[in-house]
Each structure stands twice: as structure tokens, then as C-alpha cells.
């Protein structure tokens, strides 16, 4: 009989997200909630690889299995005003849809976009090394679900230490596949002319120097304060006008990309001030 292999990735989301909301008090409310939902999402992920439900069956699978949790720990510990557009959302819709529209990557409310993804994310995540497309898709979507990056990470490979890989991770499915480095995750743009960074002083790299519009610009070097974000900046695009956080997980090792990208607002918020849209807003809704 096979058995279940401890996986490591809800304990290190949680430890990550207890050590960032010691170190950046803007994001402590929404880290706070984030964890909350961990523990739901991690019981969904280890019910899943159990059930095995079908791609077809994952709406209302991640509806009657995942669904009751997630609202509860929303409840119970999401921001003012959560509770009341929660259930609202939750009894005005029937969710088995909602949660299909979200697999196919259609238009929804902020609300119920969450409440999808919290749901079925999980679903998804223990599921997607068994999916097969049956068709090539582009690129900068996922091989394994289709769905669009959240983010993107440099590391090292295994066969060549020296060079840091880019790797996207999906919004859905939270695969990784490997990406071209100076290339639009949304629209393919390649022309370094077009392509926009955003970081702070003191995180920015030397091939990207040309694009780099820095995100502090007083002060002599020697006085600033450390960077919140040494190991993370802002990849635009001036055609398509979207963007995604990238990592540098050599940067810091401890970092867990999926975390540090929620905690992460005051990036999100520069970019959107700046005329870039997320390619897709994270899970806390960012
Ligand atoms: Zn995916
Ligand atoms: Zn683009």
C-alpha cells in the first residue's frame, strides 16, 4: 500500500508567514489571515491526493469538501467586513458554477474569485502532476492546468549551480515550468526597451540596470534603511501593461515565493500607481 509523502510545503508556507509578519507589520493583518486559511488548505490538499476527485468533479468536490472551511476560517479571521461579503457572496451564488467559471479562468467578483480559489486551489495543487492538457499551450501559461503565472523566481538549477533558472508559478495550480529571463510572462514582449523594473535601492541587478527606475530616490546610499525587499522586485510590460513580483530565491533562501508575494503589498501597490495590472491578483486579492 502507497504511503502518503509528509510534503513540506503547508509547514513552510506557515513558518514563512509567522517569521514575515515579524518583519513587515504593514502586511501582519493579511498574513494573519492567510495562515488562518493554511490549515484548511492544507487538509483539502491531503484529502485530495486521497479522493483523487476528476477534472470534472473539482468544482463540486472543492464546493462540498473545501468550501465550509475556507468560509469559516474566513470568518473567523479575516479582515472587518470579510464575514458580511462572504456569506453574501456565498448565498447568492451557487458555487459549484462559480468555482468551475474560476477554472476556466473567467471574469468574477473579487469575493468570489476568493472564495474559488481558496476552495479548489488546494484541490488543484495535490491534482495538477496528473493533468494533461492534451494540447500545447503557450508559453507563459501553465503546462499542467492552463492557468496564467503568478509569479516568477530565479534559482539555481540542480545541473548548473552557477546560473539562476526564471520560473513562473502558476496562480492555480502553483506548478512551476521555466521561462525565458527577459520576457513578458503575459503577452511574450522580449524588446528590453519595453520591459520595465521596479526595485528598491540596493536590489537591483546589474543586466537590468538600463530599465531600473528606483522605488527610493532620497537620501545618500549610506543612510537608508535596509530594503524591505532585497530578493524581490516589479517585472512591467509597456505593451501589454501587466506585471508579476519576481524572487531571487539566492537572495534569500528562506524565502517561500508564494508567501513572500502576498506579503509583498507595497510592491503590488507601487506598480498599480505606476499604471501596471497583476497579471492576476494573489490569493489575499492583491
Ligand atoms: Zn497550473
Ligand atoms: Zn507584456
Partial sequence: MLQPVLDKRWSERRERASELTERWSFAAEVLHFYRALLDAQERAFDAALGDRPARDQIAAYAMERVLPSIIEASVASGPPGMTESVLTAFHESEFEPTIEAWLLGEN???VERYLARASAGPVLEALSSTFDLGQKRDDHLCPQCGGPPQLSYFAPSEEDLVTAHRHLLCSRCAWTWKFPRLTCASCGQ?????????????TTQAELSENIIKARSSGTASKLPPAHFPHMRVDGCKTCSKFLLS???ERDR????VVDEIAAIPLSLYAAEHGLNKIVPNLMGF
Fill in 108 to 110: 468574477l467578483s473579487a
Fill in 190 to 202: 522580449n524588446e528590453s526597451k519595453e520591459l520595465t523594473i521596479y526595485g528598491e535601492i540596493g
Fill in 247 to 249: 524572487l531571487d530565491l
Fill in 254 to 257: 528562506r524565502s517561500v515565493p
